[in-house]
């Protein structure tokens, strides 16, 4: 069963470490997206009954009432599986939350980066711990029992100490599924873009380097799982049952549609995008101009599978096509296999990327 991605790229603030096509626009801006994105949607020939949905951006958790309805009103096969919707925490209210659930929302993604009231002004969010431990309680009592919280290893200030206390946060609020990223540093995001120049602004200075960053993520893996939250990608960890259905749909390669600024199709065979920012989303959408990519994905089933922790058990074509980079891997520690089955060791995990690179361009 396939999955529907809604982008909705609009924020209260840009985070200083964000790299995601996403910000600041004004509110006519908003109403002409949501115009738009509501006529792609209607213009979707829909040909099976979604499994999950996704709202990610920015923030959808800002969309006003009836905008989420309208939105949501137009895919079909409610009630899905999994619907998810990513928030911000420090603004969710109960009144806000019910709405979700009438609507058909049964899972929450709250991107709470740290828990530490030093690392959180930094990133330019507003929460507090204790604010979020607040809004998992609003979300329980509506009724939405599946919640995600997200971390980042490697924010300024953040210190083995630091690093802990988040993790002791997460021991008491139990959700049910945690996502932990790495630092990005690119020009995409401001905090990236000063540190590559060597600069102080938004505490560039004090970022931890690239071995503290996998310390804190090694120390992440060790003590989630401890708490009953296994590592089944990368960078997603869950108790057992519930990983996240429309994003594991992305690492099996199975089809989902994607509808918005940014957003991607896989229809089983082929990948489309849509255009990257607002502007050129919303021009090349009602102009009628709009440019969509077919993106060839023979290569793709090998390196995204090894996101997952299950692995892949190539069959004897990829094990020809890929032979040199699999035994270098191999012999380097970065790859394990195991009756056919190939996978990332604890080590590869660390440098993924690098390893994946190597399969894009065999």
Known sequence: MAGVYISYPFCAQKCTYCNFASGVFPRTQQQ???ETLLAEMRAHAWEWRP????????????MAPEDLRAVLDGIPGRPWLEATIEAAPGGITGEQVRHWVACGINRASLGVQSFVEKEIRRTGRRHTAEVVAQELRLLRAAGIASINIDLIAGLSGQTEASWRESLDWIERLEPEHVSVYMLEVDEDSRLGKEMLAGGARYGAAETPDDDQVAAFYEMAVERLAGLGLARYEISNFA?????????LKYWKLEPYVGFGADAHSFDGRMRTRNAETVEDYIHQTQTGTRQVGDLPHSDERFFV???????IRPDLQEWQRHDAAIRKFLDAGLLETDGGVLRLSNRGVLVSNEVFAEFLNP
């Open 305 to 311: 599978s090894l996101r997952l922790m299950e692995g």
């Open 51 to 62: 499994e999950t949905v996704y709202l990610g951006g920015g923030t959808p958790s800002n």
């Open 239 to 247: 108790r057992p049952g519930r990983e996240s259905r429309h994003n």
């Open 32 to 34: 002409q997206y949501l």
